[in-house]
C-alpha cells in the first residue's frame, strides 16, 4: 500500500492533505475574527490574560527592541509590548490572516497603541523578514495551527537575532490524569455549546479542542526547538500543564 503520510497531516482529529489545512484553518479564524475576544474570555473564564502576562514577564523585553508576535491576531500581546519597547522600539503583528489581523488593527486602534507597531499578513512557515533581524518573537496560541510546525520553526530562528529568544504560549499535556478527565468533558461538550451560542459556531470550536489534543506534548515541543537550533530551551506549565509557555534561545 502507498504512504501517503508525508502528504498529509491532521487537522483536528481529520487526516487531510497538507495543502488543504492552511484553508481549513483560515475559515476557523474568519468565522471566529469577530467573536474572539469575547469567547477567549468566555473559554478560559479570563485565565487567558495570566497566561499572556507571565509571556510578557519571561520575554525579557526592553525598551528599544523589535519583537515580533506571530500568529499575532487580535493583539493582546502586541500591545503590552508596544508600550514596553516605547518609541525607540518596534512591534511587528504578523498574521495569515486578513480578518484577525483586521480585528487587531482595530482593536489596538481603539486602545490607543502607539505608532511603533505595523501589521504584516504572512505564514509562519515563510517570513518576509530579513536573517538575524528580531530581538524577541512569540506565538500565542497559533503554532498548533501552522501546517508544517517544523518549518515555522526554523522561520522564526532564522530572523531571530543571535541572543535573541522564542516563546511559544501553547496548550499543552495536562498533569495529572483528573485533570485531563475534566478538561476533556469541558473541551468535548461544553466548548462547542459555548461556541454555538455566541458565535454561532460548534464546528470550530470542536476544531480547537481537537487540535489541542494533537499538538506536541510539552518534551515533544521542547525537542522540536531543539533540533532547528535553540539553545538552553526551558518550559514552564501553567494551570497544571493545560498550557506551557516554551522559550528557547538563538546564539
Ligand atoms: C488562536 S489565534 C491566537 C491569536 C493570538 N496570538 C492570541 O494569543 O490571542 C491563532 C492565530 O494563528 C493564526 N495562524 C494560523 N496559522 C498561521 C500561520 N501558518 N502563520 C501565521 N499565523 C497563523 C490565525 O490566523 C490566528 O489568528
Not at 23 to 51: C, E, P, Q, T
Not at 77 to 91: H, I, N, P, Q
Not at 154 to 160: D, K, T, W
Amino acid at each position: 500500500m502507498a504512504d501517503n503520510s508525508k502528504d498529509t497531516t491532521h487537522f483536528g482529529f481529520q487526516t487531510v492533505a497538507k495543502d488543504e489545512k492552511a484553508g481549513k484553518v483560515a475559515d476557523v479564524f474568519h468565522s471566529v475574527a469577530a467573536k474572539y475576544d469575547l469567547m477567549n474570555d468566555l473559554m478560559s473564564m479570563g485565565i487567558h490574560r495570566i497566561w499572556k502576562r507571565f509571556t510578557i514577564d519571561c520575554s525579557g523585553v526592553r525598551r528599544g527592541q523589535r519583537v515580533l508576535d506571530l500568529a499575532g491576531g487580535t493583539g493582546d500581546l502586541t500591545a503590552k509590548f508596544s508600550r514596553l519597547v516605547g518609541e525607540t522600539g518596534e512591534v511587528v503583528l504578523a498574521d495569515i490572516n486578513s480578518s484577525m489581523l483586521k480585528m487587531g488593527r482595530e482593536k489596538l486602534r481603539n486602545l490607543g497603541v502607539a505608532g511603533n507597531v505595523s501589521y504584516v499578513q504572512a505564514n509562519a512557515e515563510a517570513l518576509p523578514f530579513p536573517d538575524n533581524y528580531f530581538d524577541c518573537i512569540t506565538i500565542s496560541f497559533g503554532l498548533r495551527n501552522v501546517t508544517d510546525k517544523d518549518k515555522a520553526l526554523a522561520s522564526m530562528f532564522r530572523v531571530l537575532k543571535p541572543g535573541g529568544r522564542l516563546l511559544v504560549l501553547e496548550f499543552s499535556k495536562p498533569l495529572l490524569e483528573p485533570l485531563s478527565k475534566v478538561y476533556d468533558a469541558y473541551s468535548f461538550h461544553i466548548l462547542p455549546r459555548i461556541g454555538q451560542l455566541v458565535a454561532n459556531d460548534a464546528e470550530s470550536y470542536r476544531y480547537l479542542a481537537e487540535s489541542i489534543r494533537m499538538h506536541p506534548d510539552q518534551e515533544t515541543l521542547k525537542q522540536m526547538m531543539e533540533d532547528v537550533g535553540f539553545e538552553n530551551s526551558t518550559y514552564y506549565n501553567l494551570t497544571g500543564g493545560i498550557v506551557a509557555l516554551h522559550r528557547g534561545y538563538k546564539f
